[in-house]
């Protein structure tokens, strides 16, 4: 059976500040794993993807993440937050046909 | 292109009422995925239709049912309504080239 641990329920951080949110998965197959943000009142906007190929993958707005077989993390990094990115963060895993199983979610709240 | 959409946004329901949720997908989507967010938590998986079957199916009770139609539109529908299915109800559509696309969501709230 698959899952995902977020390893954070709430992240905190000032704005420009470098954040990190942990992401652990489980998984017995070959796995696409996926972050997703949540902004208040609002469905999931997919933020990256790791399909194959190279470990690291960017979205457009900053955010990176690193597909670490060996750790089975998938952790989501950005240098500089800004207070825009306040939102709910979702690290999802799927083995096929796009079901995805989510962890509990990181609250990242960047603060003035 | 609307992307996928959810109706109603928002639904109160009583106790052991029964409430059908609609979801239109994303243009050239002919899969639709349903999960249920309860308050503080990850979405989870329902149910999801193909060529309007039931391809895959979470750990739901059967009170959980749904249906796709020829156009690739989809309904849940939730009979014998419980308190403990108040949550955010999501829609996600794809194909078999394409992540999984979101709705807005259902907020469903039961009393």
């Known amino acids: 059976a698959q899952s995902v641990t977020q390893l954070d329920s709430q992240v905190p951080v000032f704005e420009e500040a470098p954040v990190e949110l942990r992401c652990n998965y489980s998984s017995s197959v070959s796995v696409y794993l996926f972050w997703y943000v949540q902004y208040p009142n609002q469905g999931l906007q997919l933020l990256l993807k790791?399909?194959?190929?190279?470990?690291l993958v960017e979205s457009i707005n900053g955010f990176e993440a690193e597909f670490n077989k060996s750790q089975t993390s998938f952790h989501l990094r950005k240098p500089s937050v800004h207070i825009s990115d306040t939102a709910e963060y979702f690290c999802a895993v799927t083995g096929g046909y796009n079901k995805l199983i989510f962890g509990a979610g990181t609250r990242l709240a960047v603060h003035p | 292109d609307a992307g996928v959409t959810q109706s109603p946004t928002h639904l109160i329901k009583t106790r052991g009422q029964q409430v059908t949720l609609r979801c239109s997908p994303k243009?050239?989507?002919?899969?639709v995925s349903w999960y249920q967010q309860a308050l503080g938590q990850g979405p989870q998986f329902i149910f999801q239709y193909y060529e309007e079957e039931e391809r895959q199916r979470g750990n739901f009770p059967d009170r959980f049912s749904g249906h796709q139609f020829p156009n690739y539109s989809s309904e849940l529908n939730v009979n014998a309504l419980l308190l403990g299915d108040s949550a955010l109800y999501l829609c996600?559509?794809?194909?078999?080239?394409?992540?999984?696309?979101f709705g807005q969501g259902t907020r469903l709230t039961v009393v």
């Open positions: 996600a559509s794809s194909s078999s080239n394409t992540e999984a696309f």
């Open positions: 790791y399909l194959s190929g190279s470990t």
């Open positions: 243009s050239g989507h002919d899969t």
